[in-house]
């Protein structure tokens, strides 16, 4: 079956557009995560929606970073007013659980920003 | 707060040849530990896992052991292909309710013929 989808798969954003990342998950998947991937490091946690839920916003580096999860599936992740230290590979993941566990995570293949 | 290291690269060795990569881990309580794996051009796939202590996760040749006394989950391999030249992450699963992942830098491994 589909696995995780994002979009655009390449984004160029001048200092200060705003920015939106699109995340369709796997279908009837109850978990997705965003995660920010800098270049040569592991990828870091942003944020967290069980079904339609935000339960975990803790990683979001500023309040220019938002993320919605309206109906429980597709995600959109959006950046105002991008900076330089934005410029990342930003992954989304979907689980089927809604409860921490050995559960694996099906990564998408990234979203690449690039701002200048 | 929980955090993951992994030795640093670029690993190069000879395609037969055997293969660890290092990680070890800080955390309270037990958590579960991954390894996923980065092929060029490709997403996060996951390689292996181990829930509790003593636990061997396993696939494609590749095993990592979960020892408690030691906080490490080291990765190996006896015999590598050309075709394991990949980026390798060790990550732990937060003990939070959300199970995000934590992970380690990454590790290259690049195997010549």
């Known amino acids: 079956g589909a696995g995780v989808s994002q979009s655009p798969r390449y984004k160029v954003a001048k200092r200060g557009q705003d920015v939106a990342l699109r995340c369709d998950p796997i279908?009837?998947?109850?978990?997705l995560f965003w995660y920010q991937q800098a270049l040569g490091q592991g990828p870091e946690f942003l944020t967290y929606?069980?079904?339609?839920?935000?339960?975990?916003k803790s990683g979001l580096p500023s309040d220019r970073f938002f993320a919605e999860r309206p109906e429980g599936s597709v995600s959109t992740l959006k950046i105002q007013r991008t900076q330089q230290e934005d410029s990342a590979v930003y992954l989304c993941?979907?689980?089927?659980?809604?409860?921490?566990?050995?559960?694996?995570?099906?990564f998408g293949p990234g979203t690449r920003l690039t701002v200048t | 707060g929980n955090s993951v290291t992994q030795m640093e690269g670029p690993v190069t060795l000879s395609e037969e040849a055997f293969l660890t990569i290092n990680c070890t881990y800080t955390?309270?309580?037990?958590?579960?530990l991954f390894w996923y794996v980065q092929y060029p051009g490709e997403g996060l796939q996951l390689l292996l896992k181990?829930?509790?202590?003593?636990d061997k996760g396993s696939n494609k040749g590749f095993e990592a052991t979960y020892r408690k006394e030691t906080t490490s989950f080291h990765l190996e391999k006896g015999s590598v292909q050309v075709s394991d030249s990949a980026v390798y992450f060790c990550?732990?699963?937060?003990?939070?309710?959300?199970?995000?992942?934590?992970f380690g830098q990454g590790t290259t491994l690049q195997v010549k013929p």
């Open positions: 955390a309270t309580g037990y958590p579960s």
């Open positions: 929606f069980q079904n339609e839920a935000q339960l975990d």
């Open positions: 279908s009837g998947h109850v978990s």
């Open positions: 993941a979907s689980s089927p659980r809604g409860s921490s566990g050995p559960y694996e995570q099906y």
């Open positions: 990550a732990l699963s937060d003990l939070s309710n959300t199970g995000k992942l934590i």
């Open positions: 181990a829930t509790k202590a003593d």
